[in-house]
């Protein structure tokens, strides 16, 4: 299954060069994250009961292509890597410009956190199954985990 948000720009997405801002390309694609999510049934709400919340280690952008003042974007999500149990995860976003071109490709490698114990750990079920069904990159690996 493919996952793509469409997202109008705003004026506070540019900067004095008149083209996207580089902090805005990773706001989008966190954004596009939380979409994600919602769209499998997980919302704030279930992140407060279960205790759980999603963190980053790493976020990494390359820019490919300027995006414009005024110009929509289009921002997808694969996932790149997956532990057994989905308690580790490396999901890549290509930000596409109004006119369909790779302008961006995010990468971000993240894990679930335990939010009373402060510690990684292993996600309810309904939160591994959200990463079975996406499309995953050409490059996809599996994350080892070290105790498992």
Known sequence: MSFSVKFT????????????????YND??????????????????????????????????KFLREIHLGEDITVNLKVNGLSSKGERWKIQHEVFNQAGQLSAVITVYGAWLDLVKRKLTTPPEKFQAIFSDVERTEDFQEIPMKNA
């Not at 966190?30 to 280690?57: Q, W, Y």
């Open 9 to 24: 720009t705003r004026w506070a997405d540019f900067d004095a060069n008149i083209h996207m801002r580089h902090t805005a």
């Open 28 to 61: 989008y694609a966190a954004e596009s994250r939380l979409r994600f999510f919602k769209k499998h049934n997980i919302t704030i709400r279930d992140f407060s009961m279960e205790k759980i919340g999603p963190i980053l280690f790493e976020e990494n952008t």
